[in-house]
């Protein structure tokens, strides 16, 4: 056999087949990479479309019912009798479970609002969040979850008057005031008597640092808050009920918005900030939807009269 012969019939030495196995690692690797980055953007746009669904279906609850609903216990399992239903009192407040008020842990109630529960969950298996103000038993009723609470038809712009204290099927409410004709429009309550003061508060950043973007006081106050926790899930509810800790953890920026804490209260918010997959305090991950009371009036049809 001749030298040429002999190098044929070896085969590949030890470091050909190392360098090649390092080539196939590093391309594994890149679209192992490229895999993961493109199926993370598709569960991002399926959470975006499912927050817009839901944007729209409590918009027609609103349209039907002159409230908003309460939340669903975020923490039952697939099988409760209660699963996906809103959790309200007969006097409008949304419930107490156990010590713990149903807001604080409340998502999306999807039975109540004519939904699958898939159409509740985002695009990483995790029920969508969602907070309100909930209804109180006795005036001032600034809460959202009493019958009416949302019927603004009766005011006008032309208006002056403030809210009114009245009781709609036994439940306090605050609404527009009485009376309200061209020929009077004294008596009317006007839009932003109707709004100030009302609604949740959302900052781009934790306090004191965070702009406030949603405020009550300046007649911005959010009607409600939907949350999907991103794909590292931390605060959201699974689809089974179980609270998930977050892979990896919260950063400061997701943790006000994270499940089994009480509504946050000015100089603290919800928190809406830029897209930031990075580790650490800086991460958010977090889709918000965060409409303007005045936004859901006019999507529901129950705005205030124009003259």
């Given at each position: 056999?001749?030298?040429?012969?002999?190098?044929?019939?070896?085969?590949?030495?030890?470091?050909?087949?190392?360098?090649?196995?390092?080539?196939?690692?590093?391309?594994?690797?890149?679209?192992?990479?490229?895999?993961?980055?493109?199926?993370?953007?598709?569960?991002?746009?399926?959470?975006?479309?499912?927050?817009?669904?839901?944007?729209?279906?409590?918009?027609n609850f609103v349209a039907v019912q002159g409230r908003l609903p309460c939340?669903?216990?975020?923490?039952?399992?697939?099988?409760?009798?209660?699963?996906?239903?809103?959790?309200?009192?007969?006097?409008?407040?949304?419930?107490?479970?156990?010590?713990?008020?149903i807001m604080n842990r409340g998502v999306v109630?999807?039975?109540?609002?004519?939904?699958?529960?898939?159409?509740?969950?985002?695009?990483?298996?995790?029920?969508?969040?969602?907070?309100?103000?909930?209804?109180?038993?006795?005036?001032?009723?600034?809460?959202?979850?009493?019958?009416?609470?949302?019927?603004?038809?009766?005011?006008?712009?032309?208006?002056?008057?403030?809210?009114?204290?009245?009781?709609?099927?036994?439940?306090?409410?605050?609404?527009?005031?009485?009376?309200?004709?061209?020929?009077?429009?004294?008596?009317?309550?006007?839009?932003?008597?109707?709004?100030?003061?009302?609604?949740?508060?959302?900052?781009?950043?934790?306090?004191?640092?965070?702009?406030?973007?949603?405020?009550?006081?300046?007649?911005?106050?959010?009607?409600?808050?939907?949350?999907?926790?991103?794909?590292?899930?931390?605060?959201?509810?699974?689809?089974?009920?179980?609270?998930?800790?977050?892979?990896?953890?919260?950063?400061?920026?997701?943790?006000?918005?994270?499940?089994?804490?009480?509504?946050?209260?000015?100089?603290?918010?919800?928190?809406?900030?830029?897209?930031?997959?990075?580790?650490?305090?800086?991460?958010?991950?977090?889709?918000?939807?965060?409409?303007?009371?005045?936004?859901?009036?006019?999507?529901?049809?129950?705005?205030?009269?124009?003259?």
């Amino acid at each position: 056999m001749t030298t040429e012969s002999r190098r044929k019939s070896r085969g590949f030495s030890l470091v050909e087949i190392a360098i090649v196995l390092a080539i196939l690692g590093f391309v594994l690797t890149i679209g192992l990479q490229a895999t993961g980055a493109y199926l993370s953007h598709e569960r991002r746009k399926v959470s975006l479309a499912r927050v817009a669904g839901l944007d729209a279906a409590l918009a027609n609850f609103v349209a039907v019912q002159g409230r908003l609903p309460c939340p669903a216990d975020g923490a039952l399992p697939p099988g409760d009798a209660n699963l996906g239903l809103e959790r309200r009192a007969a006097d409008g407040t949304c419930l107490v479970v156990a010590g713990i008020p149903i807001m604080n842990r409340g998502v999306v109630p999807w039975v109540t609002l004519g939904l699958t529960e898939a159409e509740a969950l985002d695009g990483w298996n995790t029920r969508i969040s969602y907070r309100t103000i909930t209804a109180v038993a006795a005036p001032p009723n600034l809460g959202f979850t009493s019958n009416r609470a949302l019927d603004a038809t009766g005011c006008d712009p032309g208006g002056a008057a403030a809210r009114a204290a009245v009781t709609v099927g036994g439940q306090s409410v605050e609404t527009c005031a009485a009376g309200c004709t061209l020929a009077t429009l004294a008596n009317c309550t006007s839009p932003a008597n109707f709004v100030t003061g009302r609604g949740l508060s959302v900052r781009s950043d934790v306090a004191p640092l965070g702009i406030l973007l949603m405020d009550p006081a300046a007649l911005t106050g959010a009607a409600y808050v939907l949350i999907s926790h991103g794909e590292n899930r931390g605060g959201g509810y699974d689809s089974i009920g179980t609270l998930q800790a977050g892979t990896p953890a919260n950063g400061a920026l997701e943790a006000p918005n994270a499940n089994n804490q009480a509504l946050p209260v000015l100089p603290a918010a919800f928190i809406d900030a830029p897209f930031n997959d990075s580790d650490g305090a800086a991460r958010f991950d977090d889709i918000v939807s965060r409409p303007t009371l005045m936004t859901l009036l006019v999507k529901a049809g129950l705005a205030p009269r124009a003259h």
